[in-house]
C-alpha cells in the first residue's frame, strides 16, 4: 500500500474536547481582564494540552501497515469475522488505535443507524524492535447476499487525553462475495425426518453412507468388513453401503420473475433464494449430489464442498429476470427435484417426487 | 440507571484530582487550613471507601441534609465578604463543599465531568491566587495527574465499548477489565510536551494589563521588614536583621569589569542623635525628573556603566542605590526626594518588586546636599567629646577624620554579643566600658566624635556588598547586608565615606562553597519566576519581539557580510555617549555568528543528506507488481474500465487493445508479474533489466497516445507532417 494513499480523516472533537476549548476561553478572558499571571499560567498549560493532543494524537494514527481478509465463506445474516493485522511501521509506539469499517466504507450501502460496522480496538502496539503486529478480527454482519466490497478501514484513536478523534483511512480493497442466507434446517426439515428419502430410493451402491450390516457371504469384498462387529458377534460381517446416485436432488431456481419493484416482491425473491440454498446445503452436508438450475445457470450433479461452493456463488449472485414463457427444466427431469418459483408474486416451492421423494425437506 | 464503566477505578482517580487540586489553596491564605483540613478529610474517606469496595454513593436525603447544613455557613461568608469587600473565599469554600459533595454523589457516567470542571475550577483559583515558586511544582504535579486521569477516561472508555460510533445503549453487563497497558512513556513525554509547549503559549498570549499579583512581595507573599530606613532608628538596626537572608535586592552590572570593589547602597542618612536614636531632618530637597523619565544626579559625571537593580518591597520609601549613581531610569516617578545625607526616597512605599535601571561612575556621586543638621550636637556627652579631642589631636579635618576612624578601627572590636549591657547610654558604654559593639555603634561614635571636633557628619545606613549568584550574574544583597557608615566633610577632601567598623565585623560577599549554592540556585529560580512569570506583561512581550528583531537583523547583516567576505557592519551608535550606548560588535561577536550561521548550515546539510540516505536505504527496486499497478492506473487514466476483479489477462487484453504499440512491452509485464507473485519466481537482475525497459516502454506509448488524444480534441492543432515513407 502506498503511503500516499493513506488519507487523513481530520480530526473531531470530543464533547471533552469542546468543553476543555470553553473553559479555555473563559479562563482567558478571566486573565485578560484581571492581568493575573498565575491565570495566564494555567490556560498557557491548558492550551498546550490541546496542542499536544491535536499533534500526538494526529501521529498515532499514521504510519501504520493495515490489512484485512476475509473467511472463506460469509453468509448473509450472519457475523462473520474478518481477520485483522495492523502492524506499526513508525518509530513510536501506539496506543488506543480503533480499528474500524465504516458503513460508508461498504459497498453496497446499507441503511444502518450506526456509522460503524464493526471495530476493534489495540490499545498498545509496540515501536519497530517491539512487537509490532497485532492481529485481532472485525465481526462484521452482511444483511444482504451479493458482492460487498470493504474499500479502507479506518483507524482512529482518542489517545492521548480523549479530546480529539484523530482518524486516518487506510485503503483495502476487500471484495467478498456473501452467500445467501441459510435458514436452520429444522425451519424446512420436520424433527422425525432424520434420514433423506424414503426406505425405497436406498439402493446398495459405493457411496458413503452406511446403508446396513449383514453376515458375510462368499464374493464380498474384504474391504467392507466390519470388523468391531465382527469381533462382538464372532461371526464376520460386513457393511453394506448406500449408492450415491440413489440420493440425488435437482433444484430449479426460476429466476425470470420480472422487475421486482415492491420491496416485499424482492424480500419473497430473496427468501426464496434462501430457501434454495438451505435446502442445497442440507442435502450436501447430507451426501447428497445437488443439481441447480437457474435461467443463468445450470449446474450438474455433484456433491461435497466444491459443490456446495458453486451452488451458493451461483444463488448469491443471482439476479430477477425477465418473465418467459418458456418453461425451465431440470437437467434430467427423471431426478427427482425442487422446484423454486414466484407464483403470482407468492413464493411456491413445489417438490417432484418423479422417482422418489426429497426426505425430509418440507 | 446508566451506572459508571470501570467505576471504582474512576472514582478513585477523581478523588486524588480533586484532593490535590486545593493543596495550594490555604498555602495563598485563600481558604483556611481547617477548611481544607475538613474537605480533605472528606475526599480521603471517599477514596479510601472506593478502594475497600464500599458503597459511596450518599442517599438524597443526606444530600439535602448537607445542603440544608451548609446553608447558614454559606450566607455568613456572604456577610463576611461583604464586610471585608471580598468574596473569593466565600466562593472558594461553596466550591469545595459542592466538590466534595458531588465526589459523594456520583453516580452516572457523564457525572464524573461535573466533577472534573469542579476540579478545574479549583485549579484554576489555586493558580490564580498563588504567586510562590512552588506553584510551578504543583503545576507539574497537578497536568500529570490530570493527563494520566484523561489518558485512563480514554482508554476507559473505548475498553467499555463507547468508542464504535454508535448510540447504542450500553448493555447491563459488567465492563470487561482493561487490558494492561503501560502508560508511563505517553504520560511521561505528555507531561514533558505540554511544560515545553505552554512556556511559548504564555510568553505569546496577549496583554492587556499590567501583571496583577496576588499577594505579591519576596514572591512569597510577604513584605520585607527591614528597619534602619525610616526617619527615625534606634541602634539596634543591625542586631535585629544580622543573620537574616532574605534578599533586599538584586544588582547586575551590565559589565562586571566595571563592578567597584566595594558595593555600597545608600539608604538613609541622619543628622540628630537624641534618646538612643538617630532622626533625619524633612526632605532636604527632591530631583526632578527630566522629559525622558530619567533622573539625574550629576550633570558633570561620565558613566561607566549600567546597572540593573530589582528592590524586593520593604517597609520603607527607601531607593536604595550604589553612591556612584549618576543618573537613574526612565522611571514612571513624577519626582524623587532627597535627605540631607543625599540618600533618595520614594514618593510612596512599594508594595511589589521594582526594578530600576542606572547609570554609575567610578567616584562616589551621591553625597549629602548641605550642611544643615551635620554638625547637630545633641547627644554628645562630655566624655565623648573629650575623648574626640584626644584622638583627633592636632591637623587639617581631613587628617582628625583618619585619626577618630583609625582609633575605632585599632581600639575597639566587633561583637554582637550584648548581654549584660544596660543599654541606657549605648555609645559611652561602647566606647568607655566594653570597647565592643555593632557598626551602628562604631559609626554613631564616629560621628559625635567627628561634630565635638566641629567636622560636618552623617550617620548613613545601607548595604555593604553582596553575594554574587554564579547562575545568573547578578548580585544578591541580603538583609545580612545591612551597615552603617559614616560621611564627613572635610574642605580639603569634601564629602566622603568613611567606615569605622572593623573588617572582621563588615558584611562579606558570602559564601562561595559548595553549601551556599543552594541558596543561589533557589533564590535564581526564585527571581527567574518573579521577573519572567509574576512580573511578565506587555513590555516584556514588546521587549522579547524587538531584541529578536534586532538579534536577526544582526545576524542575517552578519552573514550577508560573511558570505560577501567582509567585516561585519558596525551596528549603528545610537546618539550621546554612555554605557547604555550599544557598543560595536567585536571580532569575537563577528566569529560568533559566522560560527552560528556555519554550524546551522552545516547540520542543515547533514541532515539533508541524512534524510537522503535513508530515503535511499530503505528505497527498494520497484517489483514487476508496481509495474502491474501502474499498469492498471494508466489504463484508467486512458478511459478503459479496470474493475478490481479483473485478472491479469484480461487486464493483458485491455492494454494490447489500448496500447498496440506497446504490446510486446506489455506482455513481458504480465508474464514477469505473474512469475513473480502467482509462480513463486522472484524478479532476478536479468529480468529486472526486462522489466524496467517494458514499464519504460509503455510509459512511453501511454504519453504518445495521451497526445495524441490531446491532438484529436484540437481539431486546430497543428497536425504533425505525415513522413514520406508512410
Known amino acids: 500500500m502506498s503511503r500516499s494513499a493513506v488519507r487523513s480523516d481530520g480530526m473531531r472533537v470530543t464533547r471533552v474536547g469542546v468543553w476543555t476549548l470553553i473553559f479555555s476561553v473563559l479562563l482567558l478572558v478571566a486573565a485578560t481582564n484581571t492581568g493575573n499571571n498565575g491565570l495566564y499560567l494555567a490556560v498557557a498549560t491548558i492550551g498546550a494540552v490541546l496542542v499536544v493532543s491535536h499533534i500526538i494524537g494526529g501521529r498515532n494514527v499514521r504510519g501504520l501497515q493495515v490489512a484485512i481478509e476475509a473467511p472463506d465463506e460469509i453468509y448473509a445474516n450472519r457475523p462473520c469475522q474478518l481477520d485483522l493485522e495492523v502492524e506499526n511501521r513508525g518509530w513510536l509506539p501506539r496506543w488506543l488505535l480503533l480499528l474500524s469499517v465504516e458503513r460508508v466504507d461498504i459497498e453496497p450501502p446499507s441503511k444502518s443507524s450506526r456509522r460503524r460496522a464493526a471495530s476493534f480496538l489495540v490499545p498498545y502496539l509496540q515501536a519497530r524492535g517491539g512487537r509490532v503486529r497485532q492481529t485481532g478480527y472485525l465481526e462484521l454482519l452482511m444483511r444482504r447476499r451479493g458482492r460487498w466490497r470493504i474499500r479502507r478501514i479506518h483507524v482512529s484513536s482518542l489517545f492521548p487525553l480523549g479530546l480529539f478523534y484523530k482518524g486516518c483511512r487506510y485503503p483495502v480493497d476487500l471484495e467478498m462475495l456473501v452467500y445467501p442466507e441459510i435458514y436452520p434446517a429444522s425451519e424446512l426439515r420436520p424433527a422425525n425426518a432424520t434420514l433423506a428419502g424414503d426406505d425405497t430410493s436406498r439402493q446398495i451402491g459405493r457411496g458413503h453412507d452406511l446403508l446396513s450390516l449383514r453376515p458375510f457371504r462368499p464374493g464380498d469384498d474384504p474391504r467392507a468388513i466390519h470388523w468391531k462387529q465382527t469381533a462382538r458377534i464372532g461371526e464376520l460381517i460386513v457393511k453394506e453401503r448406500e449408492a450415491d446416485e440413489g440420493r440425488r436432488l435437482s433444484i430449479v431456481f426460476d429466476n425470470a420473475v420480472g422487475e421486482l419493484e415492491h420491496p416485499a416482491d424482492r424480500a419473497r425473491f430473496e427468501k426464496l433464494i434462501s430457501e434454495a440454498a438451505t435446502a442445497a446445503v442440507d442435502h450436501l452436508t447430507r451426501g447428497f449430489q445437488v443439481a441447480l438450475t437457474t435461467r443463468d445457470d445450470r449446474l450438474p450433479f455433484a456433491g461435497g464442498r466444491r459443490q456446495r461452493l458453486a451452488i451458493l456463488e451461483t444463488l448469491a449472485l443471482l439476479e430477477p429476470r425477465a418473465r418467459t414463457d418458456r418453461p425451465l427444466t431440470p437437467r434430467d427431469p427423471r431426478e427427482p427435484h425442487l422446484r423454486l418459483a414466484l407464483a403470482a408474486g407468492q413464493p411456491s416451492i413445489t417438490v417432484d417426487k418423479t422417482r422418489s421423494t426429497i426426505g425430509g425437506l418440507l | ?726
Open chain 2, 1 to 726: 440507571m446508566n451506572e459508571m464503566s470501570f467505576d471504582r477505578e474512576k472514582r478513585t482517580l477523581l478523588g486524588y484530582l480533586a484532593l490535590l487540586a486545593a493543596v495550594p489553596l490555604p498555602f495563598n491564605q485563600a481558604v483556611q487550613w481547617w477548611y481544607l483540613g475538613l474537605f480533605a478529610i472528606a475526599v480521603i474517606y471517599f477514596i479510601q471507601r472506593v478502594e475497600q469496595g464500599l458503597p459511596t454513593v450518599l442517599p438524597m436525603w443526606a444530600l439535602n441534609m448537607l445542603g440544608l447544613i451548609y446553608m447558614p455557613i454559606f450566607l455568613s461568608d456572604v456577610w463576611l465578604g461583604i464586610r471585608r469587600g471580598s468574596f473569593i473565599e466565600a466562593l472558594l469554600r461553596l466550591l469545595l463543599f459542592l466538590l466534595a459533595v458531588k465526589l459523594w454523589a456520583l453516580r452516572r457516567e457523564r457525572e464524573k465531568w461535573h466533577v472534573m470542571i469542579a476540579v478545574f475550577f479549583v485549579f484554576a483559583a489555586s493558580m490564580a491566587t498563588s504567586s510562590h515558586l512552588t506553584i510551578a511544582l504543583y503545576l507539574v504535579a497537578f497536568i500529570s495527574l490530570a493527563i494520566y486521569t484523561l489518558l485512563r477516561f480514554a482508554h476507559w472508555y473505548l475498553e467499555a465499548g463507547f468508542g464504535d460510533g454508535s448510540k447504542r445503549k450500553r448493555s447491563s453487563a459488567p465492563a470487561p477489565r482493561p487490558r494492561k497497558v503501560s502508560w508511563t512513556v505517553p504520560l511521561t513525554v505528555g507531561t514533558l510536551l505540554v511544560l515545553m509547549v505552554s512556556v511559548p503559549i504564555f510568553a505569546l498570549m496577549p496583554r492587556v494589563r499590567d501583571p496583577f499579583i496576588f499577594g505579591r512581595g519576596v514572591s512569597a507573599g510577604d513584605t520585607l521588614r527591614t528597619t534602619g530606613f525610616s526617619d527615625s532608628v534606634d541602634l539596634e538596626l543591625t542586631t535585629s536583621i544580622r543573620g537574616n537572608r532574605q534578599i533586599v535586592m538584586r544588582v547586575r552590572y551590565e559589565d562586571p569589569s566595571a563592578r567597584p570593589a566595594e558595593l555600597r547602597f545608600k539608604g538613609a542618612a541622619y543628622d540628630r542623635y537624641e534618646n538612643r536614636r538617630w532622626h533625619r531632618l524633612p526632605e532636604a530637597g527632591a530631583t526632578q525628573r527630566s522629559t525622558d523619565g530619567v533622573f539625574v544626579f550629576a550633570d558633570d559625571v561620565s558613566a561607566r556603566t549600567t546597572v540593573e537593580i530589582f528592590q524586593e518591597p520593604m517597609a520603607s520609601r527607601a531607593l536604595l542605590l550604589p553612591l556612584e549613581t549618576v543618573r537613574l531610569g526612565p522611571v514612571p516617578l513624577p519626582r524623587i526626594e532627597k535627605d540631607g545625607g543625599g540618600a533618595l526616597i520614594l514618593p510612596m512605599q512599594p508594595s511589589e518588586m521594582i526594578s530600576f535601571e542606572v547609570a554609575v561612575a567610578d567616584t562616589a556621586v551621591l553625597r549629602p546636599v548641605g550642611f544643615e543638621g551635620a554638625l547637630d550636637l545633641t547627644g554628645i556627652t562630655p566624655r565623648v567629646a573629650e575623648l574626640a579631642t584626644e584622638v583627633a589631636g592636632e591637623g587639617s579635618d581631613a587628617e582628625k577624620i583618619v585619626a577618630i576612624e583609625r582609633h575605632l578601627l585599632g581600639e575597639y572590636g566587633y561583637t554582637l554579643d550584648f548581654v549584660g549591657r544596660s543599654g541606657q547610654q549605648p555609645i559611652e558604654e561602647f566606647l568607655f566600658e566594653y570597647g565592643s559593639g555593632h557598626c551602628e555603634l562604631f559609626a554613631s561614635s564616629m560621628v559625635l566624635m567627628l561634630r565635638s571636633q566641629g567636622i560636618p557628619a552623617r550617620l548613613v545606613t545601607g548595604f555593604l556588598g553582596g553575594e554574587r549568584n554564579p547562575l545568573e550574574g547578578y548580585i544578591a544583597v541580603r538583609q545580612d547586608n545591612a551597615h552603617a557608615w559614616v560621611e564627613a566633610y572635610a574642605p580639603s577632601t569634601g564629602w566622603r565615606s568613611y567606615d569605622p567598623t572593623p573588617p572582621e565585623g563588615r558584611p562579606g560577599e558570602g559564601g562561595r562553597d559548595l553549601l551556599s549554592l543552594i541558596p543561589q540556585v533557589w533564590d535564581y529560580l526564585m527571581f527567574r519566576w518573579d521577573r519572567w512569570v509574576l512580573s511578565y506583561g506587555a513590555e516584556d512581550q514588546q521587549g522579547i519581539v524587538e531584541s529578536l528583531r534586532e538579534r536577526i537583523a544582526g545576524w542575517w547583516s552578519d552573514f550577508a557580510a560573511w558570505l560577501e567576505g567582509e567585516e561585519a557592519p558596525e551596528s549603528p551608535m545610537p546618539g550621546g555617549e554612555g554605557p547604555e550606548l550599544a557598543s560595536p560588535p567585536t571580532d569575537r561577536q563577528t566569529m560568533t555568528a559566522r560560527g552560528v550561521a556555519v554550524v546551522i548550515l552545516v547540520a542543515m546539510a547533514v541532515s539533508a543528506a541524512v534524510a537522503l540516505i535513508v530515503w535511499w536505504l530503505r528505497r527498494r527496486p520497484p517489483t514487476a507488481a508496481d509495474g502491474y499497478r501502474i499498469l492498471r492506473e494508466q489504463l484508467r487514466a486512458l478511459g478503459a474500465e479496470i474493475p478490481t476483479s479483473l485478472g491479469p489477462r484480461a487486464v493483458e487484453n485491455v492494454a494490447l487493445e489500448t496500447l498496440p504499440s506497446a504490446a510486446s512491452a506489455v506482455r513481458r509485464l504480465t508474464a514477469l508479474y505473474l512469475d513473480e507473485s502467482f509462480a513463486d519466481r522472484p524478479i532476478e537482475e536479468a529480468a529486472r533489466v526486462e522489466l524496467d525497459d517494458a514499464r519504460r516502454q509503455i510509459a512511453q506509448a501511454v504519453r504518445e497516445e495521451l497526445r495524441e488524444r490531446r491532438r484529436a480534441r484540437r481539431p486546430w492543432a497543428r497536425r504533425p507532417k505525415p513522413s514520406p515513407a508512410g
